[in-house]
C-alpha cells in the first residue's frame, strides 16, 4: 500500500508564477478522492488517478482561496511550511452507497492542474459512513 503525500510540479508552478509574477490571480481549487492505489509524486497529473464519482457521497468540493489561512513555518529537522483550509471547519461526507477510497487530490479550477495528492491508504466505506478531513492542512517540506 502505498500511502504518502507530494506537490505536483503543475501546481507548484501555478503558485510561483502567481507569487512572484503578479499578473495572475490564483485561482479556486477543487478537492476530489480517488480509488485507486497511486503513490503520490511530483509528476503527479490527472491521469494517474480515478475520480470518485458523485453518486456514492464522496463528491469533489471547491476548495475557495478566501478560506484558506496565513501559512506558517515551522523550522526543525526539516522545514515545514503549512497551510490550515477554514479551520476549525472540517469538511465532511456522508456516504450513500459502498465504496473504497485511497486518498484525496487537490486540482486547479480554471487550469485543471494539479496541485497536490495525498494517499491515506485504503478505506471501504458502507453507505451512511461519514469521511471527514479535520483540519485540511497543506504541508510542504523544504
Not at 469538511?91 to 486547479?108: F, K, P, R, V
Not at 492542474?113 to 504541508?139: C, Q, W
Request: charged share 10%; with cysteine; net charge negative.
Amino acid at each position: 500500500m502505498a500511502t504518502g503525500e507530494s506537490w505536483c510540479n503543475a501546481g507548484v508552478k501555478n503558485i510561483m508564477s502567481t507569487a512572484f509574477s503578479g499578473t495572475a490571480t490564483m485561482e479556486n481549487l477543487k478537492l476530489f478522492f480517488f480509488s485507486n492505489d497511486y503513490t503520490p509524486a511530483a509528476g503527479c497529473t490527472y491521469s494517474n488517478l480515478i475520480e470518485i464519482g458523485t453518486s456514492t457521497g464522496l463528491a469533489g468540493t471547491t476548495l475557495f482561496k478566501i478560506n484558506f489561512g496565513t501559512a506558517s513555518i515551522s523550522v526543525g529537522t526539516t522545514t515545514v511550511i503549512s497551510m490550515i483550509y477554514n479551520e476549525n471547519s472540517p469538511l465532511e461526507w456522508t456516504l450513500t452507497d459502498t465504496q473504497t477510497m485511497y486518498g484525496y487530490a487537490i486540482q486547479g479550477l480554471t487550469t485543471s492542474n494539479m496541485y497536490y495528492v495525498k494517499n491515506v491508504g485504503l478505506h471501504s466505506f458502507e453507505a451512511t459512513d461519514t469521511y471527514i478531513i479535520n483540519p485540511l492542512t497543506l504541508r510542504m517540506e523544504i
